[in-house]
C-alpha cells in the first residue's frame, strides 16, 4: 500500500488546456438535438419521467464528454458551455489534474468516516487559507441543500432559537430545512413553521424606491418583519449573497452588510450561502468578500470540487461549541476523494490565479452584454459579476414585465446553434467555467445575441 500522494500529471496551463481557438467553435454536425440525443432522452425519460428541471424538457440533448469550456454531445455535436454543468465545473469539464487526483484517492482509501486522514487535513488547511475572517472551522458534506441544513443547525444550537428568515426568489436546496428558506416555485408545498420570506433589494425589481436613489428600505423591512413575524425566536437569516437560481442578482454593497448588522443587533446568525457564489465564480474568492463582511456560517459547494460532489461550511472559530453540539456527521462528507478534488482544485486556482482571470472575464463580459442591452428592445437588464452572469427579458422596458417565452425561445435556439446553457423562462442565466477566454465568451453571446434578433422577429419586435 502507498501512503505518498503521486504528483499530478497536468503541468500545462488550464486556460490553454481549456479554451480551444474560438474560431473552430461551436462545431454542429448535426441539428440540435440530434438523432442520438432523442433516443437517448427518450429512454431516460422512460425511468425518469419528468423529473428533470425544464430545460431538458425544451432542449433534450444528452451529453457524452467534455473538455474544458467545450461540451460534446452523443451525436459528435461541440458546443460552447454557457452553464458549467449547474455552476458546478469552474475549471472546465474533465480537468486532467483534478481527475488524477481524484483517481488516485480513489486506488488509497474509501472512507474512515470522521476520522482524520492526511487529505482531509490538508482540504482543510487549503480551505483556511482563502476563507475570509475567522472562518477556520470546516465539516464536509455531498450536497448544496446538506450544507444548508448543516449551517442552520449550527445557528440553532448557538441561539437555541428557530426560526429563519431569507429572501424572495433565493434557492438554497430541495431538503427540508433549506427549502423552507427558498422561493416556493422550488419549495413544493407549505413552508415549515418558522420560516418566512422579506422582499430583497434586487434594484431592478425592487418595489420600495423606484425611481430615486436607494436608500435601503428594504433592509428596514427585513427588520420589522422580524418583528412582525417571530421576534425573539429568530436563528438566523439565510441569504445567498449574488443570486444564482434568480440569475445573478448584485445587491446594493450596503445592503449585504446592513443584513449582517440586522443579525447582530437581533442576536441571530447570518448564515452566507455561497455554495454558487464561492470559488472564484464572481471574480473574488467568495461573494462575501465584495461586500467586506465575514459571514457566522458560510456554506460552500459546486465550485469546491470542481464537479466531484462536495460541499461544505466554514463556521467561525467562536462558534466552535455551537458547531461541535450541532453534531455534523455524515457518512461520505470529507471523504479522501472529495478531499483530493479539493486541494487539488485550490491549488490551481491559487498557481495560476484563476480567480483574477475570472474578474477581468467578468469585466469584459459586462462590457458586451451592456453593448448588446442596448441594441434590443427586450433585454431589460443584465447583471453579475465574474462569470455568474444573466439577462432577463421583458416584453417592455417602461413596464418590466417578464417575458418568460422569448426566454424559452432564445434558449432552444442558442441551443441548435451550438450554446450549451441551463436556462429557462425570462432570465437567461450565462455561467460559463470560470476559465473561459474572453474570446470565446463573445463567441458565445454573439450565438446568444443572435437568437435574441431571431425572437424579436418572431413576436413582432422588428
Ligand atoms: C445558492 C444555492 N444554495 C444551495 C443549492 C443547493 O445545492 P445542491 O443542489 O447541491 O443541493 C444551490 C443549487 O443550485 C444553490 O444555487
Redo the contacts with the bound molecule.
Keep these: 500500500m502507498t501512503t505518498e500522494r503521486q504528483p499530478a500529471p497536468f503541468t500545462g496551463s488550464t486556460l490553454e488546456w481549456a479554451n480551444p481557438p474560438a474560431s473552430t467553435l461551436p462545431r454542429m454536425k448535426t441539428e440540435s438535438p440530434g438523432p442520438r440525443s432523442r433516443d437517448m432522452h427518450a429512454r431516460m425519460e422512460r425511468h425518469q419521467r419528468g423529473s428533470y428541471t425544464a430545460m431538458v424538457g425544451l432542449h433534450p440533448v444528452a451529453f457524452e464528454s467534455g473538455q474544458g469550456v467545450v461540451l460534446r454531445d452523443v451525436d459528435g455535436n461541440e458546443y460552447i458551455d454557457f452553464s458549467s454543468g449547474?455552476?458546478v465545473t469552474n475549471l472546465g469539464h474533465a480537468h486532467p489534474s483534478v481527475a488524477a487526483a481524484v483517481g488516485q484517492a480513489a486506488t488509497e482509501l474509501d472512507n474512515v468516516h470522521d476520522f482524520a486522514h492526511p487529505r482531509k487535513v490538508e482540504a482543510m488547511e487549503a480551505l483556511a487559507s482563502i476563507t475570509p475572517g475567522d472562518l477556520k472551522l470546516f465539516t464536509f458534506f455531498c450536497?448544496?441543500?446538506?450544507?444548508?441544513e448543516g449551517a442552520m443547525r449550527v445557528a440553532r444550537a448557538k441561539t437555541g432559537k428557530h426560526g429563519f428568515v431569507s429572501f424572495f426568489n433565493?434557492?438554497?436546496?430541495?431538503?427540508g430545512g433549506?427549502a423552507g428558506v427558498t422561493a416556493a416555485q422550488a419549495s413544493n408545498g407549505l413552508r415549515p413553521s418558522g420560516s418566512f420570506l422579506v422582499p430583497s433589494g434586487h434594484a431592478y425589481r425592487c418595489t420600495m424606491c423606484t425611481g430615486g436613489p436607494c436608500d435601503l428600505r428594504c433592509a428596514g423591512l427585513l427588520e420589522q418583519s422580524i418583528g412582525q413575524n417571530m421576534p425573539g425566536q429568530m436563528a438566523g437569516v439565510v441569504m445567498?449573497l449574488i443570486?444564482?437560481?434568480n440569475g445573478a442578482t448584485v445587491y446594493d454593497e450596503r445592503y449585504v452588510p446592513t443584513v449582517a448588522e440586522i443579525c447582530q443587533r437581533n442576536g441571530m446568525m447570518f448564515i452566507a450561502?455561497?455554495?454558487?457564489?464561492g470559488f472564484g465564480r464572481t471574480g473574488a474568492w467568495f461573494a462575501s468578500d465584495h461586500y467586506g463582511v465575514v459571514p457566522d456560517v458560510m456554506?460552500i459547494?459546486?465550485g469546491l470540487g470542481n464537479g466531484f460532489?462536495v460541499?461544505a461550511i466554514a463556521v467561525r472559530e467562536e462558534h466552535a461549541e455551537a458547531l461541535a453540539s450541532s453534531f455534523p456527521s455524515t457518512s461520505y462528507g470529507g471523504n479522501p476523494m472529495a478531499c483530493a478534488a479539493i486541494i487539488e482544485t485550490i491549488r490551481l486556482m491559487k498557481e495560476e490565479r484563476l480567480v483574477e482571470h475570472c474578474h477581468d472575464l467578468g469585466e469584459y463580459a459586462l462590457g458586451l452584454m451592456r453593448d448588446m442591452q442596448s441594441r434590443h428592445k427586450i433585454v431589460g437588464e443584465v447583471r453579475g459579476k465574474g462569470a455568474l452572469l444573466a439577462v432577463e427579458l421583458v416584453k417592455d422596458k417602461a413596464t418590466r414585465e417578464p417575458f418568460p417565452q422569448a426566454g424559452n425561445l432564445v434558449y432552444q435556439t442558442a441551443f441548435r446553434n451550438g450554446v450549451s446553457w441551463a436556462t429557462a423562462g425570462h432570465i437567461l442565466r450565462i455561467t460559463p467555467p470560470i476559465v473561459m477566454s474572453k474570446e470565446i465568451f463573445a463567441r458565445g453571446l454573439e450565438i446568444v445575441e443572435d437568437a435574441i434578433y431571431e425572437v424579436e422577429r418572431e413576436f413582432g419586435y422588428t
Design positions: 449547474i455552476v450536497a448544496g441543500t446538506e450544507a444548508v433565493d434557492y438554497h436546496g430541495r431538503t433549506a445567498e443570486t444564482n437560481g450561502d455561497e455554495v454558487a457564489t456554506c459547494g459546486k460532489p460541499t
